[in-house]
């Protein structure tokens, strides 16, 4: 039975005119020196009349031998691809060139059109590298669209080498209407550095065809991230995209998030151990948030992120519908910040897809916390003090107008006053158009700009004065019902800046909180009720008010209120 089966797949596949074209010696660990050595292999090579592909990895070829398997190669026209990689090893590095120059001038004498050639894991250096030139320049490039040169030891030279190499392909096969269209570049742990990413970076921009980009681990730095980030902005097929392992710090991380606004069709993105910081998370979270649409994988692991800015990645991710997985281990959240990341994508209903934080590296180290809190709070009293003096002088100062001046000449309501020093008397005494006056003094696609006035209007409110509490609340509401209607309002921000300014999260810019007063926590507990808020970011403010906050201690009533109402509104949507 199972032969009558097998012989029927073997007339079908007869059929269907599927013929084997590849020739294989992987991984025999053969030590190839001379042409006596190759005798088997080259009658085998010249005996097959279609071959499309040859295996020669894990091997090891001498010169004599690469010349005696490219004899039997010059008249193979249909021949495609070569998996070359790990062919040389115990070889000297002077014997690689002529070996691979041997090998790619009988390809070019076949008349092959390669579509893949893999020489990854032979640690040939630059010198490697001009092995394959001529190769490469050839008519045999002209249709390449992958290219793997992983772990070659490369080096700068030979990045700039292979650059030059690539843009005279284009240039040349472009002129004969048929332009290199290579898709995937695989050229990691090659030393590249600054300088050979740069040379690489115009060589991409320039074919703009690349589907997956592999280069973990060559020392480059934010001037190379920046230059690969503008050549992957005109590749827009752009499924794949691996940087592991360089150091973008902020401002390859930002470089590389607006690049990314050009690539919808991006799938994998691994900037981990990359040191994108804070800044950097933050910029491509706001990137994933507005685009990206089949985004499956997201590393950003190992970068210095902080709590504020891993939580504004997992809102970022949270619409993400092809999304699979979300690395953000070994970053700097400490265990509260675990905790409010965990519990904030159990509550978007995205737990499953955040990796393990087992090698979280804690808060970053600051010794001077304790002492810059206490600082703080000594600010913050004479802030308030300095708040109520110049409030006497500006009541002071009005009776005496009152007493020395015209009626007709009173001094008009100031917005800017009552938001530089807030009180209830300043907010009425704007009138019926307060709500508009203060909308239109607030910069509402600052987030940080309107959670900061959005405060100071709460820092007014009385539960016990009906005037107050509606003119408060009416002010906050045309506020923020304009501001998340605003396009480019970033809700996340807001919510985060927020979180800032009433201590309840840290900062990397040192921001210094207020001090908390119930009028703030009675405003947001009406906020989030209304209809303008956004009910994703409810979760995120209940994991927050859910710790033990020596800022809120002042505000037991309110601050439990406020948590029901988050609770009651959460379970209704």
Not at 172 to 178: F, H, P
Request: charged content about 30%; proline content about 3%.
């Amino acid at each position: 039975m199972a032969t009558d089966i097998v012989e029927q797949l073997t007339n079908s596949l007869a059929k269907t005119g599927v013929v084997e074209v590849e020739l294989s010696y992987k991984g025999q660990g053969r030590k190839l020196d001379d042409a006596q050595s190759v005798e088997e292999m080259v009658k085998e090579i010249q005996d097959f009349d279609d071959l499309q592909a040859l295996r020669l990895e894990g091997n090891t070829i001498g010169v004599e031998a690469a010349k005696a398997i490219a004899k039997a190669l010059e008249t193979k026209s249909k021949f495609k691809r070569c998996y070359w990689s790990d062919m040389f090893t115990g070889r000297l590095r002077s014997e690689i060139p002529p070996a691979l120059n041997a090998l790619g001038d009988a390809l070019m004498l076949a008349g092959a059109r390669l579509t893949v050639l893999d020489l990854s894991d032979n640690a040939f250096g630059p010198d490697g590298v001009k092995g394959i030139e001529r190769l490469l320049k050839s008519t045999a490039c002209y249709t390449l669209q992958e290219l793997r040169l992983n772990n070659c030891g490369m080096g700068i030279g030979g990045g700039k080498i292979l650059a030059a190499s690539l843009i005279q392909c284009h240039k040349k096969s472009s002129a004969q209407g048929t332009p290199l269209g290579l898709k995937v570049f695989v050229a990691g742990r090659n030393r590249l550095e600054n300088d050979g990413a740069t040379a690489l970076a115009q060589a991409f921009q320039l074919m703009g065809s690349l589907e997956e980009v592999n280069m973990p681990q060559n020392g480059i730095n934010h001037p190379g991230v920046t230059a690969l980030a503008k050549a992957m902005q005109h590749n827009a097929g752009l499924r794949i995209l691996n940087l592991n392992d360089n150091t973008f710090t902020e401002k390859g991380a930002i470089a590389m998030a607006q690049a990314l606004k050009h690539l919808r069709s991006i799938q994998v993105i691994n900037f981990g151990d990359c040191l994108v910081r804070p800044a950097g998370a933050i910029a491509i979270a706001e990137t994933v948030s507005e685009g990206l649409p089949i985004l499956k994988e997201l590393n950003l692991s190992f970068g210095e992120i902080t709590e504020e800015a891993a939580l504004a990645v997992a809102q970022a991710v949270k619409n993400r519908d092809q999304l699979e997985k979300l690395d953000l281990n070994g970053n700097s959240l400490g265990e509260d910040g675990c905790k409010a990341l965990k519990d904030a994508m159990e509550a978007m209903n995205i737990g499953d897809l955040l990796g393990s934080l087992s090698d979280d590296e804690g808060e970053p180290e600051d010794d001077d916390d304790e002492d810059d809190d206490e600082e703080d709070d000594e600010d913050d009293d004479e802030d308030v003090d300095e708040e109520e003096e110049e409030e006497e002088e500006e009541e002071e100062e009005s009776n005496d107008n009152k007493m020395s001046t015209p009626a007709s000449a009173s001094r008009p309501p100031d917005v800017s006053s009552f938001l530089s020093f807030p009180s209830p008397d300043k907010l009425l005494k704007l009138g019926a158009k307060r709500a508009m006056l203060i909308e239109q003094q607030v910069d509402v696609s600052d987030a940080t700009k309107t959670a900061e006035a959005f405060l100071k209007i709460a820092s007014v409110y009385k539960e016990d004065s009906n005037d107050v509490k509606n003119a408060v609340l009416d002010s906050i509401d045309a506020l923020l019902r304009k501001a998340f209607a605003t396009p480019s309002f970033q809700g996340y921000n807001f919510v985060s800046s927020l979180l800032v300014l009433l201590g309840l999260l840290k900062s990397e810019d040192k921001v210094k909180p207020v001090l908390v007063v119930p009028g703030h926590l009675n405003a947001l507990e009406h906020v989030v009720r209304q209809d303008y808020f956004p009910k994703d970011n409810v979760a995120v403010l209940q994991a927050f008010l859910s710790r033990n906050n020596k800022a809120l201690e002042s505000c037991g009533n309110a601050r439990n209120s406020l948590q029901s109402t988050l609770q009651r509104v959460r379970s209704e949507g």
